[in-house]
């Protein structure tokens, strides 16, 4: 499975984005999409993430009602809308894919990375 994440760049505070990950490759084999981020000097952060084909949902708390992750699976795709930017949601933010629906809000289970974009909020 390959990730090709965009749709980051640079926002007021306050503003919004949209993130794509688009998913190629043995896509079947998914069973869980997630969005991370990763600020300079912190460690890698849950965000948000989904059921492939289950609709369930879960969120960070610091991100809950003003993000929200969803899925085009005819598209093979994955989007993370992102309203109300603020400053400390500036980091590289990561889709991943995992084979297993279990303990999606950590890295370690997810078996596929995109490769980043990168998403600053200007105060």
């Known amino acids: 499975v390959q990730l090709q994440a965009f749709g980051g760049g640079l926002v007021q505070a306050g503003g919004s984005l949209r993130l794509s990950c688009a998913a190629s490759?043995?896509?079947?084999?998914?069973?869980?999409m997630g969005w991370f981020r990763q600020a300079p000097g912190k460690e890698r952060e849950f965000v948000t993430a989904i059921r492939w084909r289950g609709g369930s949902t879960y969120y960070a708390d610091s991100v809950k009602d003003r993000f929200t992750i969803s899925t085009d699976n005819p598209k093979n795709t994955v989007y993370l809308q992102m309203n109300s930017l603020k400053p400390e949601d500036t980091a590289v933010y990561y889709c991943?894919?995992?084979?297993?629906?279990?303990?999606?809000?950590?890295?370690?289970?997810?078996?596929?990375w995109g490769q980043g974009t990168q998403v600053t909020v200007s105060s």
């Open positions: 991943a894919a995992a084979k297993f629906i279990y303990g999606l809000g950590q890295s370690t289970r997810y078996d596929y």
């Open positions: 490759g043995r896509t079947s084999s998914i069973y869980g």
